[in-house]
């Protein structure tokens, strides 16, 4: 069973458009949890940490289920600028490797 | 405050040539951390690294790859006769340090090195 799990996609969806990405993952000792979007080519950025409480930051909200190990991404009001592959990321505490999905590839389309 | 600097940004070896890849960390972090993502494929760990040490390197290959974050300068991530199964961008990351138990850090990465083994 892989370690962070992910639909890879495509998603293709219209501008305006409310999308939803869902991610699982396999180690219990997780505690940090982040989705990371990925241009083609480009390096991973990180758009936001997901906290047991959720969290939202614009357009963007995130969620974390722990008893389930389950993490989504919501985008409401999706513009074209929102294309990218969005990654999946957990760790363990404190200082340690980021494991990452294959991730999520989304188009917005005009 | 410049982010995580990768140089060079590509790099073309021959087989059995040796590839060294350069990552200067964001100003005040003191953990690195490189990862290769392969065609096609999600990140993989390869070794985390503070000044002079290596604290995890679970997820590099046994031979041909080192890595070193000296006490002065960038780390280097060194492959040595490269193989065309090397070819893949390696990202270096940083954070900065530790303070306490239970926090998590953001990593933060820089634009890559893509190597093309001929």
């Known amino acids: 069973r892989k370690e962070v799990e992910q639909d890879p996609g495509p998603f293709n969806v219209p501008e305006g458009a409310t999308v939803a990405f869902n991610c699982t993952y396999s180690?219990?000792?997780?505690?940090?949890f982040f989705w990371y979007r990925q241009d083609c080519r480009k390096e991973p950025k990180l758009l936001m940490s997901?906290?047991?409480s959720g969290n939202e930051d614009g357009r963007f909200t995130a969620q974390l289920n722990r008893a389930s190990q389950y993490i989504s991404l919501l985008i409401r009001d999706s513009k074209l600028s929102d294309s990218a592959t969005y990654l999946c990321?957990?760790?363990?505490?404190?200082?340690?490797?980021?494991?990452f999905g294959k991730g999520t590839r989304l188009s917005v389309i005009a | 405050n410049a982010g995580v600097m990768q140089n060079p940004r590509h790099l073309v070896r021959r087989r059995g040539q040796e590839a060294r890849l350069r990552c200067s960390p964001m100003?005040?972090?003191?953990?690195v951390y490189w990862y290769r993502q392969l065609p096609e494929e999600g990140l993989k760990f390869m070794v985390y690294?503070?000044?002079?040490?290596?604290?995890?390197e679970s997820g590099m290959p046994k031979e041909r790859f080192s890595a070193e974050f000296p006490k002065e300068g960038p780390s280097i991530l060194r492959i040595q006769q490269v193989v065309r199964g090397d070819s893949a961008a390696y990202f270096c990351?940083?954070?900065?340090?530790?303070?306490?138990?239970?926090?998590?850090?953001?990593?933060?990465f820089g634009p890559g090195t893509r190597l093309t083994v001929t």
């Open positions: 990351a940083s954070s900065p340090p530790s303070y306490g138990s239970g926090n998590s850090y953001e990593q933060y």
């Open positions: 180690n219990s000792a997780s505690q940090s």
């Open positions: 997901v906290y047991s």
């Open positions: 990321v957990v760790s363990t505490a404190g200082n340690t490797p980021l494991v």
């Open positions: 100003k005040g972090h003191s953990h």
């Open positions: 690294l503070q000044k002079e040490n290596i604290i995890d």
